[in-house]
Structures are given as structure tokens and as C-alpha cells.
């Protein structure tokens, strides 16, 4: 490991400024992730030749890949900060925030139009007060595995950032939000909202907006199978089709 990590990271002050670029270099130590580069920035931010700065603005909560809330675009591919480690990747390390939701500051982005396609599409389980019932219906044992690989997304928009489909020139929801829907659609207790999941996806932006890129899968953290997802939604999409057709 060489003594010092050095660091070229895309700045910017506040949404629509025009973005800068500054370069600082921190000590190594073992282990180190890229959170761990920031936070040694933090203390004296200052850049690489010398001159005083501000600390760069970043987001983060659990530090092992689970919220996803510090993704971002470093070194030409989007993943999480906590768990990229400096010895693994190449330098000077390239830091940028993610290209396609509106940056905030710095490497802080808005994510919120992620969220507002989940609303859309009803991407959840209705459920009103207390549930006293008797037990809910029971998953296979191979549903339940099927089930689990799609829940393990954290809708940090790894698989949007990637996306050819997503941005302004599309109003493509992202393979995130497909995931999602066919984990609510494919539970028992989920299915008797799917027609109205579908119907939120058989408009623009909606499924059929996919090209099949595929780089969805290849950014995924969790290695989520999201065109198997997305294949069986528009299965899911053409039966219904049929069905309000002949109905």
C-alpha cells in the first residue's frame, strides 16, 4: 500500500452551479474505504497543493451496505463509498456525485423522484390499522427464496444511475422500482393490488420504456436478479393486456 491516497473529487456548491473539480491526498491506513477518505478530508480540508478549502458534503448512515445511502459515481462506475476499498481500486481515485438525479452539493444528490415512482406504482402492501387475524397465507420454501433475493434492495439507484433509459430524455421508472413491484405482486398477501400495480406501468415511463441494457444487474450491490424481475412483470403486463381486451 503506498503511504497517501489521492483523491480528484467533483464539487459543486448548490443545485444548477457550475461544478469544479478540487484534489486532496489523506494518509493511508488499513482497510481504508473511500467514507474513510472523506472523513480525513473533514478534518482539514485542504487540497492537494496546499490551499484551504471547504469539507466535501457526502451522505452516509450504516457504513456496511445496507442503506445505500452513500452511493456514489467513483471511478467511472457507481457503488457505495462504505464498502469500496482504495487498495482495490486504481489512483488518483476519481470521485463524482450520481449523474442522474440533481446534485444538492457536492456528492449529495436528490434522490426523490426515486420515491415518487414507488408512490406512482403503488410499490406496497395496503394495510390499515393493527392486523389481529388469524396467520397471513403461507410462501413455498422456493418462493420464499425467490422473494428474498428480489428484497434485498435498498433503492440506492445504482441500477437508475447505469441506465441508458433513465433521465431527462425518458420518463423510464428504473429497474428498482419493477423489482419492487413484482416482490409486492408475487406475495400472497400482496396480489390482490397487483392489477393496480400493472395499471400504474402500462403508461409513460413504465415497463415497456426497458431497452434491455442490462446494466441494471451488472451495478447491482446485491446482485439482484432485476431483468428476471423485470421479464416477469411484462409477463405479468401482457396477461393482463389479454384479459381487459376480452373482458
Known sequence: ?????????????????????EEFEVPTKPAMNVISCL?????????????????????????????GACTMVINGRVRQACSTLVQNIAQPVVIEPMQKFPVVRDLVVDRSSMFRNLRRVHAWIPAEGRFEGPAGPEHSPELARERYEMSRCMMCGCCLDACPQVGPHSEFAGAAILNQIELMNSHPSGKDDADNRLEAL?????AADCGNAQNCVRVCPKNIPLTASIAKINRELTVKMFKDLFS
Open 39 to 67: 472523513v480525513e478530508i473533514a478534518r482539514e480540508p485542504r487540497t492537494f497543493d496546499g490551499r484551504k478549502t471547504t469539507p466535501v458534503a457526502w451522505e452516509s448512515s450504516c457504513l456496511e451496505e445496507v442503506c
Open 1 to 21: 500500500m503506498p503511504e497517501s491516497v489521492r483523491l480528484k473529487i467533483k464539487r459543486q456548491n448548490r443545485p444548477l452551479q457550475a461544478p469544479y473539480w
Open 202 to 206: 402500462m403508461t409513460k415511463g413504465g
